[in-house]
């Protein structure tokens, strides 16, 4: 462990002798540094902060009061395997927010780069949480949950395991979310239903009105129309399907849990 002037460590901290801290990184009053620990260039971590074990933070991070990461995955299939937790570059961990190192099943928790992790969000054993991702307050999620790019999950919002959150979706807040949701789209409830097009939040990402547009008519073909899911996807598959179709075409048909379907009669104005 390196332990040169520049680096900025309270003396009420412990560290372990097997972490590394670079340099320029700060680890604030009462915070607990375990073995295997690797922190990056100007990461911060504030007061009664504890990455218990096993957990490489990225460069920039910042880590806010009594936030743990890298504990023992909640599973009782773990017996102690060594496994780890990555938290990539410039992700912020808000108050009291716990992420759970992975199991033998995948070996490792992933939190991707330019996150938000907001308080009292739970990040469970070999999730995979991918870049630009917000997990707003008390978002709790089950083992194996996969996150993808800019996708924002609402406050005290309950992911079951195993469920897919697609890229760039939004999933409004107290929702109950057991099957995936579809790239592009809306999803809330309890239980959750589709309500169509992510506009505003594809509007913001610089999305052509026309994407968004085709957006729009694909996710209603595949969730509010009468026909089968199946004949709904071959009628949107063609040579000139834009990517983004072809991505939710792809996420539902590699679905194992089955996609959030659409509810009757309850369009968004964004459905």
């Known amino acids: 462990?390196?332990?040169?002037p520049?680096?900025?460590?309270?003396?009420?901290?412990v560290v372990d002798e097997a972490a590394s801290?670079?340099?320029?990184?700060?680890?604030?009053?009462?915070?607990?540094?375990?073995?295997?620990?690797e922190i990056g260039d100007d990461v911060q971590l504030g007061p009664h902060v504890v990455v218990e074990r096993d957990t490489r933070i990225a460069d920039g991070c910042r880590i806010s009061t009594g936030a743990v990461l890298g504990s023992d995955p909640q599973d009782l299939k773990y017996v102690g395997e060594r496994t780890w937790l990555e938290v990539g570059p410039r992700t912020v961990v808000r108050e009291f927010a716990t992420l759970n190192r992975g199991t033998a099943a995948a070996g490792i928790t992933v939190v991707g780069s330019d996150c938000l992790i907001m308080a009292y969000a739970h990040i469970a054993h070999d999730c995979h949480i991918g870049d630009h991702v917000v997990l707003a307050n008390s978002v709790n999620m089950g083992g194996h949950v996969e996150i993808g790019d800019w996708a924002v999950v609402g406050g005290l919002t309950a992911l079951h395991q195993f469920v897919r959150v697609g890229a760039h979706a939004m999933i409004g807040g107290a929702?109950?979310?057991?099957?995936?949701?579809?790239?592009?789209?809306?999803?809330?409830g309890s239980p959750a239903a589709s309500y169509g097009v992510n506009r505003i939040g594809l509007e913001r990402r610089g999305f052509a009105p026309e994407v968004i547009r085709e957006l729009k008519r694909a996710l209603r073909t595949l969730f509010r129309s009468p026909v089968p899911l199946g004949t709904a996807i071959e009628s949107l598959e063609s040579d000139d399907a834009s990517p983004e179709v072809r991505e939710i075409i792809a996420f539902v048909r590699s679905s194992e849990r089955g996609v959030t379907p659409g509810r009757r009669g309850a369009d968004s104005p964004d459905a």
Request: charged share 10%.
């Open 175 to 188: 929702s109950r979310v057991s099957q995936d949701a579809a790239p592009f789209s809306i999803v809330a």
């Open 1 to 4: 462990m390196s332990r040169e």
């Open 6 to 13: 520049a680096v900025s460590i309270h003396p009420t901290a």
């Open 21 to 37: 801290i670079s340099d320029t990184a700060s680890v604030g009053p009462y915070s607990v540094i375990g073995p295997g620990v």
